[in-house]
């Protein structure tokens, strides 16, 4: 699957009318081997429209508490790692 896009591709589609204003784009990322294109795909929106992109990366979080188990640890562990 080919996730660049080309420079026009995304400006030739859109005609937005004159009073169509767009300050603002919040694209979710979660990581996934989707998220570069849905970076780029917000990137071209965000360029086309003069507006700025802010990146959010967004995660299932694991219940914590008393009863949590080795597993959860681990994959606790194994996130912050990827943080890092």
């Given amino acids: 699957m080919n996730t660049k896009l080309a420079e026009n591709q995304l400006?030739?589609?859109v005609a937005f009318p004159a009073t169509f204003?767009?300050?603002?784009?919040v694209a979710a990322l979660d990581l996934s081997p989707y998220s570069e294109a849905t970076a780029q795909y917000a990137l071209?929106?965000?360029?086309?429209?003069?507006?700025?992109?802010?990146?959010v990366h967004v995660y299932e979080p694991i219940q914590m508490n008393e009863f949590t188990t080795e597993e959860g640890f681990r994959v606790l562990t194994h996130d912050r790692q990827v943080m890092q």
Avoid at 21 to 25: A, D, G, L, R, T
Avoid at 44 to 55: D, E, H, Q
């Fill in 44 to 55: 071209g929106i965000a360029k086309t429209l003069r507006a700025s992109l802010v990146l």
């Fill in 21 to 25: 204003s767009v300050k603002k784009i």
């Fill in 11 to 13: 400006t030739e589609r």
